[in-house]
């Protein structure tokens, strides 16, 4: 039911990928299907193919019925690509093309990444619990610039190879998406930690100067706070409660955000969003939604993927993308509880612990549906 609200008709396009991705969206469908029946909203949930799934049926990562669908769709839910049968470093066409390409062709520019540790799974995490208390923050990591999309080339000469990748950021590119870590800092605890390498690299200069002028023009109420990106990583284990919002270029944010996990106590715990311009009156942005975590393909096929991550990303999605904030803390919650009945897969079971504790993909997507179709009978 949903109290007399008006109902949302939405085309949410599901892309499974490579490895343990066509489990854990599997998993979130069923989460998007039971979030529809409980509000009364009607979402069509259609599939396509990206990465190394899409190079084996199409020969390319990145077919042209998947790029029109994820075009015309509210929203994007994605697994994971890539996969050890596509790893060679000479392969002309690899998985991970076409989810860069993806994110540049739907302008998803700004990378959210929230780590908020869960009480229960304290034991799961490497650090000393008195270092996760109080730690809630959020990296913004900048998407479709930078290195990973510069110009690349490789020469051959009499005295061996030379590789060069060049790393490219334009004053509105910085622009833009200190404008997101800033506008989402004044939502939460009014705090930007800008991270970059200026005192080596130009392309971190020009960030950071962007920064300083954008902060003190437009946010003069947000503390700013420059931290060279080593210096980062070794404060968000010394003092991860510290940070609130975090801003960073593509590269440093895909590193410090895979080391943040283990604050969470797993990578499978942890979704984000990609976001684009805002597209509705309602401040809704178009979106890309996936877990942090690669394809495991080591766990492909085994049903002990954790789920929670690409969980946790459909409420994101919800949130961002189709403004249905109570529908997102539904799905929040229903995570927490089924955190909290101590159903969740091995990654997460504490070290030492009987792993008979641990439970099976399905297993822990199922508990977190019958939280959110019996929301009370639960608690």
């Known amino acids: 039911m949903n109290g007399g609200r008006s109902s949302v008709r939405a085309t949410i396009a599901l892309l499974?990928?490579?490895?343990?991705?066509?489990?854990?969206?599997?998993?979130?469908?069923?989460?998007?299907?039971a979030v529809a029946a409980r509000f009364g909203h009607t979402f069509e949930l259609v599939e396509a193919l990206v990465g190394g799934a899409a190079i084996e049926a199409t020969g390319v990562p990145l077919p042209p019925r998947t790029l029109a669908l994820c075009e015309r769709a509210d929203a994007v839910l994605l697994g994971a690509v890539g996969g050890p049968q596509w790893d060679s470093p000479t392969a002309r066409v690899r998985p991970e093309q076409g989810l860069l390409a993806l994110r540049r062709a739907l302008g998803v520019y700004a990378n959210l990444r929230p780590v908020a540790p869960i009480p229960a799974l304290a034991a799961a995490s490497p650090l000393k619990p008195e270092l996760l208390a109080g730690v809630d923050l959020v990296v913004v990591r900048e998407l479709t610039g930078g290195i990973y999309f510069g110009t690349k080339t490789l020469d051959q000469s009499v005295t061996g190879e030379t590789a060069t990748d060049l790393c490219t950021y334009t004053t509105a590119e910085i622009e833009r998406v200190v404008r997101v870590a800033a506008e989402l800092a004044r939502t939460r605890h009014g705090h930007v930690t800008s991270v970059d390498k200026a005192n080596v690299l130009e392309t971190s200069r020009l960030w950071r100067r962007v920064t300083s002028r954008v902060m003190a023009a437009e946010y003069p109420d947000v503390r700013l706070e420059h931290l060279l990106v080593d210096a980062c990583a070794m404060h968000l284990i010394r003092r991860p409660a510290d940070f609130d919002v975090i801003v960073t270029e593509n590269m440093f944010g895909d590193i410090l955000t895979d080391e943040a996990s283990v604050l969470a106590g797993s990578i499978g715990l942890l979704p984000s969003a990609s976001l684009g311009a805002a597209v509705g009156a309602g401040g809704t942005r178009r979106g890309l939604y996936e877990p942090i975590h690669g394809s495991a393909p080591d766990l492909a096929g085994k049903g002990v993927a954790n789920?929670?991550?690409?969980?946790?990303?459909?409420?994101?999605?919800?949130?961002?993308?189709?403004?249905?904030?109570?529908?997102?803390?539904?799905?929040?919650?229903?995570?927490?509880?089924?955190?909290?009945d101590g159903i969740v897969t091995a990654d997460v079971v504490p070290p030492g612990a009987d792993a008979r504790r641990a439970y099976s993909t399905a297993e822990v997507a199922q508990r977190v549906v019958e939280h959110l179709a019996a929301p009370v009978a639960h608690r």
């Open 16 to 33: 499974p990928g490579d490895g343990i991705g066509p489990e854990v969206v599997g998993a979130a469908r069923g989460v998007l299907e």
């Open 307 to 340: 789920p929670l991550g690409t969980i946790s990303s459909v409420a994101m999605l919800l949130r961002y993308s189709l403004a249905l904030e109570a529908e997102a803390r539904a799905v929040d919650d229903a995570v927490r509880a089924t955190i909290d």
